[in-house]
């Protein structure tokens, strides 16, 4: 077996503990914000809810006042209801969470999304609808809520 000379181990073994100081650095880093996401209890009673007014009960948002500074991006049509790509930006200050709702989907509360201080109020995702209806989005910022809606027709539903 040859022998590893002195120098050349040192230097293996100061990059693996710089490395592993670094991933460790890089884990703490990601973890802290996903720990506060943690702490954050699941609304059972939102997801749960059938009508658009009890799943707008449930989150609280009960007074809601119409923005022009929530944007929705979403097609006119949607072809397929099992991936409707839909994006929102809320440009609003101090935005804390941002749900989205399919108004006549069998459960209208698709989604919540808190949003970190600092963090930036702008989410891409793909839903299902089940049929056409009016996607509506609640922000809630500095403990009000805000909303916006846009119609999404659907050719061929997504949902049961």
Not at 89 to 113: D, G, H, M
Not at 131 to 157: C, F, K, M, P, W
Request: charged share 20%; with cysteine.
């Amino acid at each position: 077996m040859p022998s590893v000379d002195r120098p050349h181990r040192r230097t293996a073994l100061g990059l693996i503990g710089r490395c592993g100081a670094l991933l460790g650095s890089f884990a703490t880093g990601w973890l802290q914000p996903l720990a506060a996401l943690a702490a954050t209890p699941w609304n059972k009673n939102a997801f749960e809810a059938k009508t658009m007014a009890e799943a707008l009960k449930a989150l609280g948002a009960t007074a809601l006042t119409e923005s022009r500074e929530i944007s929705i991006t979403a097609p006119d049509v949607a072809e397929n209801g099992a991936m409707v790509q839909v994006q929102v930006v809320s440009r609003i200050a101090n935005t804390q969470s941002i749900a989205l709702l399919a108004e006549k989907n069998p459960f209208p509360l698709a989604a919540v999304f808190n949003i970190l201080p600092g963090g930036e109020p702008q989410l891409l995702l793909r839903l299902k609808m089940g049929q056409t209806s009016d996607l509506r989005v609640v922000v809630r910022a500095d403990n009000r809520h805000y909303t916006a809606a846009r119609e999404v027709r659907i050719t061929i539903g997504g949902c049961g």
